[in-house]
Structures are given as C-alpha cells and as structure tokens.
C-alpha cells in the first residue's frame, strides 16, 4: 500500500494554470501507475489522467487533452499534473490514485485503483 498526499488546489480565474501535486510514501514509487481523478458536486468521480511507471506513457481524458499534463519525478516519489487554459468546468476535488505493477495507463475507472489521497479542491471562477 502506499499513501498518497495531494496539494496545490484552490481558486484561479479562467483561463489561468494551476499544478497539482502528488506526494507518495511507504512503498516503491517507482513500481506504480500512477492516475489523477476529479469529482465535481453531485457527479460521478471522473478519470483526467494517467501516467505508466517510467513517465513515457501517458493517457487523458478527452476533456483534458491539450490543456493537461501528467508527469512524475520517480527520485521525489512525486507525481504532477499541470493544468493550463483552466474552465469554469474544471472545478472539482482533485484526487491522485495509484495502482501496483499490474496496472495500465488504459485503466479510467476508479475500482481499478487500489491507493487513494485525501483530495484537492480547485475551483475556476469565471
């Protein structure tokens, strides 16, 4: 199991950057997937991205491409994701999941996910 911290959440204007990052402990960084989640208010929680072991294999949702960008520092047992062009649609909890060896950078749906943080909210005024 590995614990998972996630910051840099808060309020920014349309169309401005925000990153997230994910601050991982307990066991091996390097042997995980690594994925970020959002969940708005009274919606499901959505899969935004993904990030294989090595940093070379990435996957985003379509409503994400082009505006975000996943990445990982294995040394720091970190993983990020920058996000530029921000909409108003883009405010949500903020969640970083991780999954062991046998993941795939292809897994989208949340029970594929076996290690959870707390959460970071975003929020995009208009």
């Known amino acids: 199991q590995v614990q998972l911290v996630e910051s840099g959440g808060g309020l920014v204007q349309a169309g401005g950057s925000r990153r997230l990052s994910c601050a991982a402990s307990?066991?091996?960084?390097?042997?995980?997937?690594m994925a970020w989640f959002r969940q708005a208010p009274g919606k499901e929680r959505e899969f935004v991205s993904a990030i294989n072991w090595s940093g070379e294999v990435t996957n985003y949702a379509d409503s994400v491409k082009g505006r975000f960008t996943i990445s990982r520092v294995n040394a720091l047992a970190t993983a990020y994701l920058q996000m530029n062009r921000l909409k108003p649609e883009d405010t949500a909890v903020y969640y970083c999941a991780a999954q062991d060896s046998s993941g795939s950078v292809y897994y989208t749906h949340r029970n594929q996910y076996t290690d959870w943080g707390q959460g970071t909210q975003v929020t995009v005024s208009s």
């Open positions: 307990g066991h091996t960084f390097g042997n995980y997937y």
